[in-house]
């Protein structure tokens, strides 16, 4: 492929209105379940639990977005982002509880609950469960549009250490 056809499909991707990140108004702080970061920049996507009258949206649970320029701008996931890396599917749901998974890997199910009085996403990982604080996704260069492995961080639910696992998409 040439790199005019593949500048060209670059420049009208990034002009699609589809495409293009909108702008969303956030309230901060809200209640934060995890954040997902990646090697090639600064920016991450922050997913917060979606509430309504205190109980969780069963429809959408988490509420994900990107946090950019160093914390300076939040923008709302473009149509690509949700569709393929960072959006969020619903296994099941009821107003208590959620399990999800993210739209690129569907092998790492999140369950949103309330733990210790707050809102947290518990992942299964090794047979042990660990309340979630982090995903580190790390990229190929030069593109980096492959996913080499992500590093998951979090607290163990029974022994209160913080623990990280590393899983290979």
Not at 23 to 48: G, L, M, Q, W
Not at 63 to 82: A, C, M, N, Q
Not at 89 to 109: D, F, P, R
Request: proline residues 5%; contains cysteine; aromatic residues 8%.
């Amino acid at each position: 492929m040439s790199v005019r056809l593949i500048l060209s499909v670059l420049l009208l991707l990034t002009s699609c209105p589809m495409f293009v990140q909108e702008a969303v108004a956030v309230d901060i702080p809200k209640e934060h379940v995890f954040i997902f970061e990646r090697n090639s920049n600064t920016n991450y996507v922050c997913y917060d639990v979606n509430l309504s009258a205190g109980k969780l949206n069963p429809k959408e649970p988490l509420k994900p977005y990107w946090v950019l320029s160093e914390g300076t701008r939040i923008e709302g996931l473009t149509f690509l982002d949700r569709k393929m890396a960072f959006g969020v599917k619903v296994v099941s749901a009821t107003e208590e509880e959620a399990t999800v998974h993210l739209t690129a890997y569907k092998g790492l199910q999140i369950r949103v609950c309330k733990h210790g009085g707050k809102w947290v996403g518990i992942v299964k990982i090794g047979g042990r469960e660990m309340v979630l604080s982090k995903m580190f996704a790390q990229m190929k260069p030069p593109m980096h549009v492959k996913c080499e492995y992500v590093d998951i961080f979090g607290t163990d639910v029974q022994t209160g250490q913080k623990r990280r696992e590393r899983i290979k998409p």
